[in-house]
């Protein structure tokens, strides 16, 4: 181990004793966590949709160069992006016309059922009032519009422009009569096999799926209020607290959980909330599971490795990993207090790893040099990892997997991973028999 990466970790024993490691810091490029920019990325989930984009043409461009990854998925969904780009002159004197002129145009073009606005920081810090500016244009306009503000240098890596994108879908919302046993399904990816799973289980339960978000267009976004708010993912609460406070949306957390015993807990909790006996559709998705999960366990048992940022408690996901066998070298980030008890399971387990703040990229290498993991979980660059022979995997994909599909899909990745290959469909799981279900139509 490199006598830096020895100084800056610390063991998770001492972390649990009150032991605090070192914390790097230096320059860190906002990147894909700048609010703009994962706003921008939000654009193709919404069918029907057109995104316009307002701020300085030097951070247009680099949304625009990141938004090319999503090309065919605006075009699969229908969507549409486009960008206007402010002068230093527009910000000075006011830009309220020329916006105005844009949506207008955007609307012509495109004719979207939805239209967002994505401000950046130059118009909030000079006092552009998006949301004045929609307010008046509605009901002269073809399309419902919503607001987004980010921020791009505040509480980076905390999702702000993915939060902020999903909240801003309350301003197009209509306040209607509630549905008895029908739920919204809140999430930050399109449904996959995993939803569609977690929708038929609540079926069966005799609950209806209203919607899913992202994923329903624009008229049955409208009528969410009408459903109970059921959160797959944390960057979708906003979201529900803005539903709850202008409609009175009731909530409830189904979680981000990668341990199938926190799994079946949570869903029975929801069964509980919604008044629905999920218990039965528990029990069989849990058996699916276990089945997939023993075959993963034989071929994980004593691969190393590092864990960084992940879809939802990076200690929960260590914890799961280390549970099919793996051996947890390093850690990035001090357990929250919530996740105390993972961390106490990963020491009940035998396993002590390193806990570092790496504090960027450069950190995260020396971290990796130090410790040769086997596979790193999380983000870090692909010549870095190649250069030292680490293979590289997410726990995710790119569609929603709530509930059981969870571990299923975070083991199948990693499994995938070592083997040299990029993600695939998660195995010994289908969408199951008919097609697109309606809140998908």
């Known amino acids: 181990m490199t006598r830096g990466a020895t100084e800056a970790a610390v063991r998770l024993s001492e972390v649990l004793s009150g032991r605090q490691p070192e914390r790097h810091a230096g320059p860190v490029f906002p990147g894909h966590h700048c609010g703009l920019f994962e706003a921008t990325f939000m654009a193709a989930l919404f069918p029907a949709s057109a995104t316009l984009v307002v701020g300085p043409a030097s951070c247009l461009y680099q949304a625009q160069v990141l938004a090319a990854r999503r090309t065919g998925a605006l075009q699969a969904a229908g969507a549409a992006l486009r960008w206007l780009p402010l002068r230093q002159e527009d910000l000075a004197l006011g830009c309220d016309a020329l916006l105005e002129e844009a949506i207008r145009e955007v609307v012509a073009e495109c004719r979207p059922r939805l239209l967002f606005v994505v401000t950046t920081c130059t118009p909030e810090i000079t006092g552009v009032d998006v949301g004045a500016i929609l307010s008046s244009l509605r009901g002269t306009v073809d399309a419902r519009l919503a607001a987004v503000r980010t921020n791009g240098f505040a509480d980076l890596g905390r999702r702000q422009g993915t939060k902020a994108f999903l909240a801003a879908l309350a301003d197009i919302m209509d306040p209607v009569p509630r549905r008895p046993g029908a739920v919204n399904l809140l999430a930050t990816r399109p449904p996959g096999p995993g939803a569609v799973e977690l929708a038929r289980a609540l079926e069966e339960a005799g609950l209806t ?25 944390a960057a979708a ?47 069989r998705l849990r058996a699916r599971t276990a089945a997939f999960l023993a075959h993963a366990r034989r071929r994980l048992e004593g691969v190393p490795f590092g864990i960084g940022a992940v879809e939802g408690s990076r200690y929960e996901a260590a914890a799961f990993l280390a549970e099919l066998g793996m051996i947890p070298l390093f850690i990035e980030g001090a357990p929250l207090p919530e996740e105390r008890p ?10 002590d790893p390193a806990v570092a703040l790496p504090g960027g990229t450069a950190g995260t290498a020396r971290l990796l040099a130090a410790f040769r993991p086997r596979i790193y979980i999380g983000h870090a660059p692909a010549e870095l990892l190649a250069a030292l022979g680490v293979a590289h995997c997410h726990l995710n994909s790119w569609w929603s997997e709530p509930a059981f599909a969870v571990p299923r899909r975070a083991a199948a990745n990693v499994l995938n991973a070592l083997a040299g290959g990029a993600p695939d469909p998660e195995p010994a799981v289908a969408a199951g028999r008919g097609g697109r279900p309606a809140w998908a139509s």
């Open 342 to 351: 993972w961390a106490e399971l990963l020491l009940a387990l035998g396993h």
């Open 209 to 233: 799926v209203h919607a899913f978000i992202p994923g329903s267009p624009p008229e049955t976004l409208a009528g969410a209020p009408a459903a109970v708010n059921v959160i797959l993912d």
């Open 237 to 283: 609460e906003p979201l529900a607290r803005a539903m709850e406070r202008r409609f009175g949306t009731p909530r409830c957390d189904l979680g981000h959980r990668y341990r199938p015993e926190d799994v079946g807990a949570a869903l029975v909790r929801l069964g509980d909330f919604l008044g629905a006996d999920l218990a039965p559709a528990a029990d």
